[in-house]
C-alpha cells in the first residue's frame, strides 16, 4: 500500500497517508478520454442558431413570371439561393449532454488520482485554517508547498471556509472545489491538486467501495465459471473414439 506525506499550511510534513492501491494503481487514458469528453460537451451552451426560410425578412410574392422572360425562375426573394436570403439545414439550439454511465466516471476519477500521484503532484494537507482572507499570506502557503504552476483545491464539502474563499479566489491560475464535486477534468486541468485530509479521506473511501464490489463480482463470476467447468463431463474426441473402435 503507498503512502503520501501530510503537510501543513507552512509546508512542514506533520504525518502520513495510507492510500488504497484500488484507487492509485493503474491509469486508464482511454475512460479518461470519455470523461473529459463528456464533461466539455455538457458545458457547451448550444445556442448556434441560423434562420431558415419562413424567418427570413422580405416578401412572399413571386418577383415574375415562371416563363417567357429568359431569366432562371424564382419563387421567393428569400431563397437560400440568394444572398440574404435562408440557410439550408443550418444549426439549431440544442443540448450536446449525454448520458454518461456512473461507473465509467469513478473508474475515470480513480485513474485521474492515480495519474496525479504517479506525477507528484499530489499534495495533502491536514486542513485550510486560514486565519485572515488575504490573498498574500495564501500565496505564501503555496510558495511553501513548492506550487509554481496552476493549482486545484479540494476542501471537504460542507466545511464553510469563507477565508478560504476570499484568499484564493483572486489567485491566476487556482480553482476551489468541494470534495463532491470534484471531476477527472478538474484533476487534468490543473498542474498541482491539493486536497484537505479529511475530503481525500473521504473520497477514498466512496471509490474504494465502488472499486470493491466491482472486483468482488468479478471474483463471484470466475469462481462460478471454475465450478461449472470442473463439474462439467469431459468430452471424448473422434481420435480417442476411434482408438477404442480399433
Do not use: C
Not at 457547451?44 to 432562371?72: F, N, P, Y
Amino acid at each position: 500500500m503507498a503512502t503520501i506525506d501530510i503537510h501543513d499550511l507552512s509546508g512542514a510534513k506533520v504525518g502520513t497517508l495510507d492510500l488504497a492501491d484500488e484507487i492509485f494503481g493503474a491509469v486508464n487514458e482511454d475512460l479518461l478520454w470519455e470523461a473529459v469528453k463528456h464533461y466539455r460537451a455538457k458545458q457547451r451552451a448550444g445556442t448556434h442558431k441560423t434562420k431558415a426560410r419562413w424567418e427570413v425578412s422580405g416578401s412572399g410574392k413571386k418577383l415574375w413570371k415562371q416563363k417567357g422572360t429568359g431569366r432562371a425562375r424564382i419563387g421567393s426573394i428569400r431563397s437560400p439561393l440568394w444572398r440574404h436570403g435562408a440557410t439550408v439545414h443550418g444549426p439549431v439550439p440544442r443540448s450536446y449532454d449525454y448520458t454518461f454511465p456512473r461507473k465509467k466516471l469513478l473508474g475515470a476519477l480513480r485513474s485521474a488520482l492515480a495519474a496525479k500521484f504517479a506525477d507528484g503532484k499530489l499534495i495533502v494537507v491536514n486542513t485550510f485554517d486560514v486565519k485572515e482572507a488575504k490573498t498574500k499570506e495564501f500565496r505564501n502557503v503555496l510558495d511553501a508547498l513548492k506550487v509554481d504552476s496552476t493549482v486545484l483545491i479540494v476542501e471537504t464539502p460542507k466545511h464553510e471556509n469563507r477565508n478560504l474563499e476570499l484568499s484564493a479566489r483572486n489567485i491566476d491560475g487556482l480553482e476551489l472545489v468541494r470534495g463532491n464535486e470534484v471531476h477527472p477534468y478538474h484533476l487534468l486541468r490543473y498542474n498541482h491538486v491539493i486536497f484537505a485530509q479529511p475530503a481525500l479521506e473521504k473520497l477514498q473511501v466512496s471509490l474504494k467501495s465502488s472499486a470493491s464490489k466491482r472486483k468482488h463480482k468479478t471474483g463471484e463470476k470466475e469462481d462460478e465459471g471454475a465450478k461449472k467447468a470442473a463439474s462439467a463431463p469431459r468430452r471424448r474426441t473422434k481420435h480417442e473414439k476411434a482408438a477404442e473402435v480399433a
